[in-house]
DNA sequence: CGTGCGGATTTGTGATCACGCTTCGGACAT
DNA sequence: ATGTCCGAAGCGTGATCACAAATCCGCACG
């Protein structure tokens, strides 16, 4: 019905495919579907007004990224993770996250510092509120805003990647329990990123990425 | 025309789009198609005997994958890396590859060494043929009968996408300089596998890994 | 009250078509 | 001989339809 995605910086919606595709695809990174929620072409066609062919199309997008699983039979629905899978993937993150801030490190002025303590404080928000979407959507600001400067996009959109691959199941996984801390190491990554400290940056984001998740599947 | 892709162990050639999928898929990682060379919808659904639709769900597929790149104008052509991208994938491979190779070292027994070792030999048959097809599908059938045993189908699938990005590039390379030795490190990390050598195989790979990328873009 | 079972509905798949845009080739003018 | 422009051919996009398979729901049977 309505989230714009992110119609954003570039203005290249000129496809509907594209529109729909975008939209689905933040939706999922953000964990506004819970796994194993359903989708039908159908159904996105008739939410976004078009016919089933750019559905179709945004949805085989989806499925080749992991974003979304599709059955034998051609049904399709947000994956549900099970535990050695999910610490599969917090391992690969804890592989590319830490090169990633490190590449990232020498580009970090202080307006980017500040930029990411503004999104963590919306982090730390969205934690006292209870709001699981919003805090799955400013963490990943957050990580996002530094590795952009690490200017390295192949290895951010296989970072992204992960991401949406456990869009729905850390939503899942930060709503069940309901912590009222905020996240522990994003301070311990500022504070490297002031000192220009490389070695703890990247213990501090590989521990952020791990302890994240890992403290959930168990 | 030919080249059955792998119709392979899985028995689910169902749909026409998987079997057009699977095909490009395998021709793009093995280097069949060089760099730029365009592909069409209709061209495809002519070769296959099939009609747009299926032919665009299997690009788009890979094009979601990176094996191939799309023009705003909806033009699809095999990638054109630039150095800094091709040292971006092979250091997202240094990354990943070795963590494979541990993974697997406890589970690899004299059969699967044996199995490498076969297929290693097939590979310097294809250096000294100057066969750089067979090169570079020998080289990914070594490291992948070696990170099947790591069990770890996630990370797998995210090193076959570097792999399949890499493709028509490799292809390439290998094919511009005619190097007559074979593969420097597969040796290294054969002998590292039956001395059950973890720091020296994460080593050998990734020197494997990097050597084998990093001299050819210089 | 639980358990199969059968028909109606919904779903994905693939083919075909119309539309608008891009691209390429040749002719013309310079 | 070279550059420009215009037309035709080819392209991707999206809508619609027919078909087969899967799913779901309610009814009958145990």
Redesign the pocket.
């Known amino acids: 019905m309505e989230v714009p995605a992110r119609p954003g910086p570039d203005a290249s919606s000129l ?4 529109r729909v595709y975008r939209t689905l695809r933040t939706r999922v990174m953000h964990g506004e579907l819970l796994p194993g929620q359903p ?5 996105i ?1 008739r939410e976004f007004g ?5 559905a ?2 945004a949805i085989q997008r989806l499925v080749a990224e992991g974003a979304l699983t ?2 034998g ?4 629905q947000t994956p549900e993770l099970g535990n050695e899978r999910i610490e599969e993937l917090a391992t690969i993150r804890a592989l590319l996250e830490p090169e990633l801030g490190s590449r990232a490190l020498p580009r970090a002025h202080s307006a980017l510092i500040d930029r990411m303590e503004a999104i963590n404080s919306a982090n730390t928000d969205a934690v006292l509120r209870s709001d699981a979407v919003t805090y799955v959507r400013t963490n990943l600001e957050f990580h996002r805003t530094l590795y952009l400067r690490a200017q390295s996009p192949a290895m951010l959109a296989m970072v992204e990647t992960l991401w949406l691959q456990l869009g729905p199941t850390m939503r899942a996984l930060y709503g069940r329990l309901r912590r009222n801390t905020p996240p522990p190491h994003h301070r311990m990554i500022l504070a490297a990123l002031k000192a220009g400290d490389e070695p703890g940056l990247r213990l501090a984001i590989r521990t952020d990425v791990t302890q994240g998740l890992r403290h959930l599947t168990q």
Chains 1, 2 share one sequence.
């Open positions: 496809s509907a495919h594209d989708l039908t072409l159908r159904g066609g078009v016919s089933m062919t750019p179709r199309e599709m059955s039979s051609g049904r399709v």
